[in-house]
């Protein structure tokens, strides 16, 4: 079964970076696209970012773009997701998905940006 394990989110202050990790199972990760979600407290879900297979990225949301930048490993199937100058209004609940039928997504790592 389809299974996405993300990590690496945590306490950062204004300005500081995270690393996210998306590990991924159950399906033929270098085959599919995956994309990075978020929720923000009392916000909608936005796609924050997609990746192809070849590692092409696409969809930036325009609030982070030029300072998240989404890569892949197909040999360790993960998917990342660098934040660099991290604002307050980044605090969110972030996922990786990908679609196969229908969405999947993991559970979540928990960012919060601090001023």
């Known amino acids: 079964q389809v299974q996405l394990v993300e990590s690496g989110g945590g306490l950062v202050q204004a300005g500081g970076s995270l690393r996210l990790s998306c590990a991924a199972s159950?399906?033929?990760?270098?085959?599919?696209?995956l994309s990075w979600y978020r929720q923000g407290p009392g916000k909608e879900r936005e796609l924050v970012a997609t990746?192809?297979?070849?590692?092409?990225?696409?969809n930036y949301a325009d609030a982070v773009k030029g300072r998240f930048t989404v890569s892949r490993d197909n040999d360790q199937k993960t998917v990342y997701l660098q934040m660099n100058s991290l604002k307050p209004e980044d605090t969110a609940l972030y996922h990786c998905t990908v679609v196969r039928a229908r969405r999947y997504w993991g559970p979540g790592t928990q960012v919060t940006v601090y001023s």
């Open positions: 990746i192809t297979p070849a590692n092409t990225p696409l």
């Open positions: 159950g399906f033929t990760f270098s085959r599919e696209t």
